[in-house]
């Protein structure tokens, strides 16, 4: 039965994540911790995980995020583990994106008035920057970081009343991206691609980055980013594309989405000289069929061999981190806490993560009606 499937898994992350408990109290109360997060309940904060695990206040849950003595990175990296065994494929996809956690106040860690995607404005917000992994089995958050703006760098009085260490600096959210991504090279992720938006694929240094560390990429990026061309020119990508003859272009699904297929017209210009053995480099575009002005370019770094029809899967492959958000905040409570310190954040994403990650493991095993091998990179 599912219900068996399910309870099975959660004793199996249990068992993973034991040893970075060093006492029976915080290890046990963090499974009703996970638990009660995917219990539906209609807002899960200390109160109501508390009340569900049949305690008579929140003081518990509270101390478990604020101060008890567990690894938070330490389950970090075993939900990575555990969601890379179950949903492991060497095809799969890194997905690095970021999602905004609307604030009252301004002694949340992080916040302050800065444009959120999530609300589609400019918010009092902290924003985490998030890896998700994506392969036929399915999808899941693997790695987060919540990022620090320099105001808050700049004002260490302010970090250390939030709990923020001196050691923590001001990093880009493209810098937190290559920062998950080392970790998981390091822990030998098994995967063939990575994708971003614009707001990571227009910045030059991290595309540098993920050529240097051979990381295939398809990485939307703005109509005027400035590219070396096959003569060792520059030339803006939206005039590349413009001088495409129509016979480039081809009608490829980039997957299945909400409603059908999402098919667009796709093109590819080569750029860059002095291509790796085996690599290529190209500029792909995408082409509204309703609307032939309504254009998103992206460039992008594979195998040579690789086809439009495989970089156009690699670009609609991003929303499934999308997808990670709204379910991670509608299951799984991402963004239902109500705490202020850096270390509290981090225990809450990393614990609702890990209750995202469980329900995304146990539908593979049980549409498998076994459990998924661990692959090895």
Not at 69 to 84: E, M
Not at 305 to 325: M, Q, V
């Amino acid at each position: 039965m599912v219900v068996d499937v399910v309870a099975a898994e959660l004793d199996s992350l249990s068992v993973r994540i034991a040893g970075r408990f060093t006492r029976s109290e915080p290890r046990g109360r963090a499974r009703e911790y996970v638990t009660g997060l995917v219990a539906g309940l209609e807002r899960k904060n200390g109160w109501t995980l508390a009340e569900q695990a049949g305690e008579v206040g929140p003081d518990g849950m509270q101390r478990l995020l604020r101060r008890a003595d567990w690894d938070i990175d330490g389950v970090r990296d075993d939900l990575r583990s555990y969601a890379t065994e179950r949903l492991g494929d060497r095809d799969a996809v890194l997905i690095a994106d970021d999602t905004g956690f609307l604030k009252k106040g301004i002694r949340s860690a992080g916040v302050q008035r800065q444009y959120s995607g999530t609300a589609g404005r400019t918010e009092n917000c902290q924003i985490g920057v998030f890896l998700a992994y994506a392969s036929r089995h399915g999808h899941a958050l693997v790695d987060r970081e919540l990022y620090l703006p320099e105001s808050w760098t700049e004002d260490r009085e302010r970090c250390r009343s939030a709990g923020i260490g001196d050691e923590v600096e001001f990093a880009t959210k493209p810098r937190l991206v290559m920062s998950m991504l080392e970790r998981a090279l390091t822990a030998g992720v098994p995967f063939r691609w990575f994708t971003a938006d614009e707001a990571y694929g227009q910045v030059k240094y991290l595309r540098f980055w993920l050529e240097q560390h051979d990381i295939a990429h398809v990485l939307a990026t703005r109509r005027n980013d400035t590219l070396v061309t096959t003569g060792l020119g520059q030339a803006r990508a939206d005039d590349l594309v413009a001088a495409l003859p129509a016979r480039s272009w081809q009608r490829v699904s980039a997957g299945a989405g909400a409603h059908g297929p999402r098919d667009y017209d796709w093109a590819r210009v080569a750029i860059r000289i002095g291509w790796a053995p085996g690599r290529g480099h190209w500029l792909l575009a995408r082409r509204s069929i309703s609307d032939p002005t309504e254009i998103a370019y992206y460039v992008c770094y594979g195998p040579r061999r690789s086809t439009i029809a495989d970089l156009a899967w690699i670009a609609g492959i991003r929303w499934r981190i999308e997808e990670c958000f709204q379910q991670a905040k509608n299951e799984a409570g991402l963004d239902h806490y109500q705490v202020r310190s850096w270390r509290a954040w981090y225990a809450h994403i990393t614990l609702s993560m890990l209750a995202h990650a469980w329900l995304a493991g146990a539908k593979v095993v049980a549409a498998k009606g076994e459990s998924v091998p661990a692959i090895k990179a």
